[in-house]
């Protein structure tokens, strides 16, 4: 019962996988950060603990997302990887032969082309949310719709409807004047998708060499209309895998588990104990040279064990 533990912390969900030794995947949570990525995680990892059975032994752990660095001083990560390493390797583990991932995320996404199970080429739009699950919720909020239901009903469209998708203050502003010249939402929704693939591509994917097998992975991916609407402007069809919203924490798991096993050393992980330990972030201004840093610092109860911000070095050391 050796397990490794992959946490992919977002600016919208939290994921925590929970893998084997033979990178079977154990346990998995998806959960939405709240703005509050601390206990996010403190919350994910009491889930995880109390699915595992008795005796269960974590032997190492990686992380990823955008709030990486800051999990990892809080849990005791062996392992920190970026969001494009992370997704590639879990995509290999399950499609070797993979040659494009489109991940679409909360509030971020990108693209990573794979030639011979290496990267070779990616590209990320993390400046606006257009095309992202944030703006497909708010949108679906908007409409009165379940986000469920919302690709299905694109599905159901029997009118083309052209919508500006290369901003949300213009997908939305059109949309609203689709709806008073009287579309259905059935309609309007299907233009929408279509609106945000071809802007995924105008932006993330332009100048990509589109290959299959072509893999979409991320929270969106789980959006029906909006998988419809990439296979019809590609032209191919998308593999979408078992555990489409949580590759980035299995990516990380799997990575944490091939270092344990190159370096022989023991995890640094400080167990699940951490669920009640109260942690806290302050910041000051570095005044010691003309750049004036904000120095943030990260502690574990009352002992600080991590700075970030400093531009040279000095807090790090």
């Known amino acids: 019962m050796e397990y490794y533990l992959g946490i992919d912390v977002g600016s919208v969900s939290t994921n925590i996988v929970c893998i084997d030794s033979k990178d079977k995947v ?3 949570l998806y959960m939405k950060t709240h703005g509050n990525p601390i206990a996010s995680v403190k ?13 269960s032994k974590i032997c190492g752990v990686g992380v990823t997302g955008s709030a990486r660095h800051l999990i990892a001083a809080m849990v005791g990560a062996d392992i920190i990887k970026n969001e494009i390493t992370a997704h590639a390797r879990a995509t290999l583990h399950f499609y070797p032969h993979a040659k494009t991932i489109i991940e679409i995320g909360g509030q971020d996404s990108k693209i990573i082309i794979l030639r011979d199970g290496i990267v070779v080429d990616f590209s990320m739009n993390n400046v606006c949310a257009a095309g992202t699950g944030s ?30 998708g290369r901003c949300t203050v213009f997908a939305e502003s059109d949309m609203v004047h689709k709806q008073q010249l009287g579309y259905s939402l059935n309609d309007i ?43 019809k402007y590609l032209e191919k069809t998308l593999i979408i895998p078992e555990h489409f919203g949580v590759m980035g924490a299995i990516g990380a798991a799997i990575i944490s588990k091939e270092e344990m096993r190159k370096t022989k050393a023991l995890t640094k992980f400080k167990g699940f104990k951490i669920s009640d330990i109260a942690f806290k972030t302050t910041s000051f201004r570095c005044k010691l040279c003309p750049n004036h840093c904000e120095i943030v610092q990260f502690f574990e109860d009352k002992k600080i064990i991590a700075r970030f911000g400093d531009k040279c070095g000095r807090y790090n050391e």
């Open 189 to 231: 929704i299907n233009g929408l998708c279509q609106a945000l693939v071809r802007n995924y591509f105008n932006t993330v994917g332009k100048g990509k060499d589109i290959l299959s097998p072509v893999v979409f992975q991320g929270g969106v991916a789980a959006n029906i209309g909006i998988r419809k609407a990439f296979e």
């Open 43 to 55: 919350s994910g990892l009491k889930q995880i603990q109390s699915k595992l059975k008795k005796g």
């Open 26 to 28: 154990i346990e998995t």
């Open 135 to 164: 703006f497909l919720d708010q949108q679906a909020s908007r409409l009165g719709i379940p986000i469920d239901e919302f690709g299905g009903m694109a599905l159901q469209s029997g009118t083309e409807v052209s919508i500006a």
